[in-house]
Structure formats: C-alpha cells, structure tokens
C-alpha cells in the first residue's frame, strides 16, 4: 500500500479540506493509496513522517535534511502545495533520491490577479476610502484623488511564469512595462510586451512595482535601501512572492522618510506578521496574510495538480512540474 500524508495546514476550522473534496477524491478513490492527515501543529517534517509516508502532500511545514537523514526514510516524492519551494531542501531531497514537486500552473493566473488587485487597491486609494465612509467623513474625498494608470509604468521583478501572466494582464492598463529578469532575453520580454531594464532602472522609471521572482542566495535581500532611494517618490512597491527579497527594515525606514508613497506586502519575512511590526502602522501599506490569491478555483486547481504529481509516479507516468 503506497502511504501518503497530507498536510494539516490544509483543513479548515471545520477540518475539511480548504480545497474542496473533488480533488481529494482522485486519491481516495484509488484502492493502492492509503491517506492521512498529518497533525494541524506540525512546523517541520521530522523522521517519524518520512519513515511512515511514501508521498507527502506538503503546505507549509519545512522539509529539512534532517527529516530524511534515518535509514529507514520511505518517503519518495514531496508534492509542494503552490509554486515556491524554499521551504524544501532541495540538495538533500535529491541526495536521497527524494522527487520535489510544485505547481506552476495552478497559481499562474490567481497570483497575476492577486498582484493587480494590489495596483488597483492601491491607485484608487480603496482602503481610505472605504475608511471615509466608515468614519462619517464623506465630505473629504477631495483630499484622496486616486491615480490613473493609463500613462504610468509598470515595473515587474521576476518575468517567470506568474510575471508573464501579470504582464499579459498588465498590457490593457499601463502605458510602458518594465521587467528585471536576468535569464530572460530582451527579445523574448519584448515579445511578451516588456522592456527587460537593469534593476536599478526599474526603480527609477517605474510608477508600480510588483516583485514576482523566487527567493534564493541571489534575490534574498535584494530589495534594499539602494533600490527604495532611486524609486520615485510617488511610486508604490508590492510583493507576492517570497517575504525576504526585500529587506524589511530598508522598507519601513524608507517609509518614514517618505521615499516612496507606499507598498502591498502579501509576504513578509517572518510569517504570521508580529503584532508589533512597525509596518502595522502605515496607513499607505496593504497587508495580507500570504492569502491574496487564494479562491475556490485557486486552491482546487493546486491540490488537482499537487496530486496529480503523486498519483503519477504512482503510475509510473511522467512526473510533471519536478523542481530537482
């Protein structure tokens, strides 16, 4: 019987799962596969899981090298549910022969929408708007005029699957795009309708910018003072893809001295956000807690894929969207 667990994370607080039973069907309905749900306060995968389970379906718990360090390891493939995959170890995954999956294809669009949301939330001033109502100050709106977007330039950090989604989107809204990604040509950005820039210059031509690149040694910290000091004044900064690409204290220094107009963070670098985090009290900062893009169809397409990525290598089918 092929053993696979499922993260806890994954059930509501009616513990059912948070992407609808349809896609969980696909392994239930499977006589060889056997499924458990892990424990709901499980941080790390440690040794007793990965010698109990031959797939584990994984949300946010880590996996380390020493969850697979015993000889009696029987974990063979990690599924990632979602597309980032730092939470993994890579190396010492693939040393034990371990398969790491993720799923691309499932958050390209609901992320790219995430992302617009954040532009647009943030260029119709939405949130103090919404707070003028609330407060009985109707009569102020004059003081909250909104900023157009269709002479503005878009500046986006990452043009891998999500970023060319977003600029696809984008093309219909922004008079210019601008994308820093250093392994796409400039041919190939220009035929998804960007001009590739340094990241430097993006900062400095850019009105809106959304950082969507994947964090490792190169991109963590990369967004830092330098970067927040050669922004425009009037421009605003979003992150949707891992919390520590940018130096969260640059950001918030850069806030108070008033160096750029404001920020959307769907991550930050250390998840949950503490209460006492000084970007709580900037009322141009969005906050969301790394849930913007999920929806019923989001989180449906990604437990589909994520699963799928087990059943085959149970089958011995290709292994799709493998990242080791």
């Known amino acids: 019987m092929f053993k696979v667990g499922i993260s806890g994370d994954l059930l509501n607080s009616r513990d059912e799962p ?9 392994l239930k309905n499977r006589e060889d596969i056997e499924l458990s749900w ?7 995968l440690d040794t007793e899981m990965t010698s109990k389970f031959d797939a584990i379906l994984l949300n946010l718990p880590k996996a380390n090298a020493n969850c697979v360090s015993n000889s009696n390891c029987k974990l063979k493939i990690i599924s990632r549910f979602g597309v980032g995959f730092d939470s993994v170890d890579i190396d010492a995954m693939k040393k034990k022969n371990i398969i790491v999956t993720n799923t691309p294809n499932a958050v390209r669009r609901p992320v790219a929408v995430a992302a617009l949301t954040m532009i647009f939330a943030s260029a119709g001033r939405l949130l103090q708007k919404d707070y003028l109502v609330r407060s009985g100050n109707w009569n102020d709106r004059t003081n909250f005029m909104g900023i157009g977007l269709s002479r503005k330039t878009l500046g986006v950090i990452g043009a891998g699957s999500i970023g ?14 601008l994308a820093y990604d250093p392994f796409k040509s400039e041919k190939l950005l220009s035929e998804i309708g960007a001009t590739k820039v340094d990241l430097i210059e993006l900062a400095i031509k850019s009105d809106f910018i959304v950082i969507l690149c994947n964090l490792d040694r190169n991109t963590k910290g990369m967004i830092k003072s330098e970067f927040f000091s050669n922004m425009k004044k009037n421009a605003y900064i979003f992150n949707l893809s891992r919390g520590p690409v940018i130096n969260e204290s640059h950001l918030e220094t850069a806030l108070e001295a008033k160096e750029i107009a404001g920020a959307g963070l769907d991550v930050t670098e250390k998840e949950p956000l503490s209460t006492d985090s000084k970007l ?7 906050l969301t807690p790394h849930a913007l893009c999920w929806t019923d169809e989001c989180f449906n397409d990604i437990a589909t894929e994520a699963i799928n990525s087990i059943i085959n290598y149970v089958d011995k089918k290709p292994i799709l969207n493998q990242v080791n």
């Open 164 to 177: 060319t989604e977003t600029i696809e989107l984008s093309k219909p809204f922004f008079k210019n795009i």
């Open 18 to 26: 948070c992407f609808g039973m349809e896609p969980l069907n696909l």
């Open 280 to 286: 709580l009290k900037y009322e141009n900062v969005i």
């Open 38 to 44: 892990m424990d709901k306060s499980i941080i790390e």
